[in-house]
């Protein structure tokens, strides 16, 4: 166990004294008892009321106090605000004073005064409810504040309602919580003595019956009658305890291994035309964004903060429908609620609700198809995982069930990824890049995936759209982008390290200084698509790209050599008037002067700013 700070320990254990002292004085009384003087009939009798008055009264706090912890917890506005405080006052009245504002309501010539409840078993339920229903209600608003709200948005993406949500994430997340405030408010409930009297003094209840036991006989009637209500209460608490105690967890189950999910010749699906006109204005962040794509599969970059999850959550419907114009195939999917967009979405934050296995989380989605979910499960490793909840996996695993759990849909239309593979190991993470992209190649669905690798950008998308300060700087297809991307940061977002500065010469190519002119040609083959003559550019190469050999085209000069590592070798060279950092055989020539060639097409030019 951690250890305490000394000074935790002896606060806690002296107000922990001064709770449990009233019980030991009375203890100490045990011999002045006076057990023959009690009514023993009418004692049960009491005892009988108040069990079953807090019974009922903590059932109806229950229906109706946790749809309103519901509502406070994820409502906004003034009249949440409002609702919240004014649910709490009854703990702030002097019970007695609870109990006259229930008379002004319930009494005789009150607006309900007509029920009857004065005098009634139901006016005890009245009181007890209104003084122990905060105590439910502040335990249930918690509860379900402490939720995250993606877990909500992802079982919407799954195509549940709001009222499955409700029942199968929600509760089930907020119930051991919401257990405890219903012990909290039976145990209120039963020892609740002012307002009652004040409502209801008959029939008797327990804590009624002790007040006029003790008017009649004193302090020696006093033990015998407590005995009961403490026994009561501590058996009400245990069985909250037991209630609340952690699950027992599942063991593992195996599923058989299904056949391969995709064919690695798998026909490519038909474009599908994607049209966005997203705008979102937050405080100190706004997101404005039009899109038109023909590609089946986008990524979408940019710096940490620029937009990339938001724009993803647009689309699928869980930004609101204001300002977000969400258009597929010429469907305007900005009215459907997320339940209805047949989107398979891999959240950030995985959005794995707490309490489902892996088996389960898998198979969450209202049209799972289990054949599917199996082939999924083996194909990411994941059959050993299948009775383990989600604080029982690694990051990586949790990923993987996400990724199962999207893929195992029925109908999809939209594929959104949200760095689906960036808390994976880099063998995992190519393997299971091929497979998704080998499924994704045969499905008739358009993917937009968020990331932070270029170069997993350009292996499985065809589209590519850059963002900055929630505005998009460059898109296109991913070669031209990546030739061209446009600015610095769009270089830099693509991967470039190695940068130069040059001006475009009259015959197509650039001038990088020391007489140095670099050829340029254009990923697809097409024409260099470059600024005109006398134009200042920068100009970039991957590290790998700019290679040193004796019959290179471009004299250049190595300036350092590093030690080998994975089987190359770190430089750093000039050439022309840039300095670059280069990846190199690890044969390569000494310090000084050589040659180097880079292959024209592999050029990335852009204006410079
Ligand atoms: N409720 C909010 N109020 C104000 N700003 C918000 C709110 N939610 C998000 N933002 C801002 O919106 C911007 C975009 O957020 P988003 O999650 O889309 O970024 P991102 O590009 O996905 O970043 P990362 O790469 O770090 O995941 C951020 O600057 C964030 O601070």
């Known amino acids: 166990m951690r250890r305490m700070p000394g000074a935790v320990r002896f606060l806690a254990c002296l107000l922990g004294l001064w709770l449990l002292a009233p019980f030991a004085a009375g203890l100490l009384r045990l011999g002045d008892a006076d057990w023959s003087g009690v009514d023993r009939a009418a004692l049960s009798r009491a005892a009988g009321v108040s069990v079953a008055s807090a019974g009922i009264a903590t059932l109806l706090i229950g229906l109706f106090g946790i749809p309103l912890g519901y509502v406070l917890a994820r409502g906004r506005g003034w009249w949440t605000a409002l609702l919240g405080g004014a649910v709490q006052l009854p703990l ?15 009494g005789y010539g009150g607006p309900l005064g007509a029920l009857g409840l004065s005098e009634h078993f139901a006016g005890i339920v009245a009181a007890e409810m209104f003084v122990a229903a905060p105590f439910l209600i502040i335990a249930a608003r918690s509860a379900f504040a402490a939720i995250d709200p993606a877990l909500e948005d ?24 919401i257990l405890a405030g219903l012990v909290l408010a039976w145990l209120r409930a039963f020892g609740e003595f002012g307002a009652t009297v004040m409502l209801a003094y008959h029939p008797y209840s327990l804590p009624v019956f002790t007040y006029v036991a003790f008017g009649e006989a004193g302090l020696p009637s006093m033990l015998p009658v407590l005995a009961p209500t403490l026994g009561l209460a501590v058996l009400v608490m245990a069985a909250g305890h037991w209630l609340t105690r952690p699950l027992a967890r599942q063991a593992p189950t195996r599923t058989g291994l299904l056949p391969p999910l995709a064919e690695s010749g798998a026909a490519e699906a038909p474009p599908r035309h994607l049209a966005l006109a997203l705008h979102r204005a937050l405080p100190g962040f706004t997101l404005e964004l039009r899109l038109e794509s023909r ?50 979405y891999v959240p ?38 299948a009775g383990r909840y989600p604080d029982e996996l690694s990051p990586g695993q949790r990923q993987r069930v996400a990724l199962a759990r999207a893929l195992s849909r029925r109908r999809v239309d939209l594929v959104l990824l949200d760095e689906p593979f960036s808390a994976l190991d880099a063998p995992l993470r190519a393997r299971l890049r091929r497979e998704v992209l080998a499924v994704l190649r045969g499905m008739n669905v358009l993917t937009v995936l968020v990331t932070h690798d270029p170069a997993e950008a350009l292996a499985m998308a065809e589209d590519i759209v850059l963002l900055d300060g929630g505005r998009i700087i460059r898109a296109g297809p991913a070669a031209a982008v990546f030739a061209r ?18 001006v475009v010469l009259p015959d197509g190519r650039i001038d990088v200084g020391q007489g140095v002119a670099l050829l340029v040609g254009h990923p697809d083959g097409e024409a260099a698509d470059l600024p005109p003559p006398g134009t200042r550019v920068r100009w970039s190469a991957r590290p790998h790209q700019i290679r040193p050999m004796d019959d290179g085209a471009y004299p250049a000069r190595i300036l350092w050599r590093g030690a080998v590592r994975d089987g190359q070798r770190p430089m750093r060279l000039l050439l022309g008037d840039a300095e670059l950092e280069i990846l190199a055989d690890p044969s390569c020539m000494a310090d000084g002067p050589c040659r180097v060639s880079i292959d024209p097409r592999c050029l990335q030019i852009w204006p410079a700013a």
């Open 92 to 106: 702030a009245l002097p019970p007695l004073a609870g109990g006259v504002l229930l008379l002004f309501l319930l």
């Open 154 to 177: 992802v079982a919407a993406t799954l195509g549940h309602r709001p009222g499955a949500i409700f029942l199968r994430v929600s509760l089930p997340l907020a119930w051991r919580p």
């Open 295 to 344: 590609a089946r599969r986008i990524a979408v970059l940019g710096p940490s903060g620029s937009g990339k999850s938001m724009t993803l959550r647009a689309i699928a419907g869980l930004e609101g429908m204001a300002g977000m114009q969400v258009r597929l195939d010429g469907q305007d999917l900005s009215p459907l609620p997320p339940e209805r967009r047949a989107v398979a």
């Open 348 to 385: 950030q934050g995985y959005g794995l609700p707490a309490h489902l296995t892996v088996a389960r989380q898998v198979g969450f989605a209202v049209d799972c198809v289990p054949d599917r979910a199996a082939a999924w499960m083996a194909a990411l490793g994941l059959e050993d995982l």
């Open 485 to 502: 991307p446009g600015s610095d940061l769009a270089a830099r977002l693509l991967g470039a390290e190695a940068i130069g500065d040059g």
